[in-house]
């Protein structure tokens, strides 16, 4: 039996392990800024915090996607050339940075429902 070559595509991990992943990285944070800060109660406050940044992470790849798309197309009229072969091109950057914004969304989702939870804390 022949094995398959590893791409890039192969290769990646699904969703839920990148999700669980960045939830598992982003609970030793909070747990080490909860320690250092010798205050256990603020947990609640790191995960909003936390929140706060996959929120903003997950929206940077949306603002580059709306500008692009406009330039695209505008150049492709100007030009006098076909529009939808190349949105088609830029088509694999638009499932890429939504990939993105899927994941860091659902974490900041997560981890604000997390801070919710944990309000119970203080």
Excluded: C, H
């Excluded at 999700?19 to 256990?40: K, P, R, W, Y």
């Excluded at 936390?50 to 929206?59: D, H, L, P």
Aim: hydrophobic share 50%; no cysteine.
């Amino acid at each position: 039996m022949q094995k398959k070559p590893l791409t890039a595509e192969s290769a990646s991990r699904p969703f839920w392990q990148r999700l669980l992943i960045i939830l598992g990285i982003d609970s030793v944070i909070v747990l080490g800024a909860a320690l250092l800060f010798q205050n256990i109660t603020q947990i609640s406050n790191f995960y909003f915090l936390s929140s706060i940044v996959f929120f903003v992470i997950a929206v940077i790849p949306i603002l580059g996607e709306v500008g692009g798309s406009a330039k695209i197309a505008g150049r492709a009229i100007r030009k006098g050339e076909n529009v939808s072969e190349q949105l088609k091109d830029k088509q694999q950057v638009y499932e890429k940075s939504a990939k993105t914004t899927y994941l860091f969304g659902s974490a900041g989702l997560i981890t604000f429902l997390l801070s919710i939870v944990l309000l119970g804390l203080g």
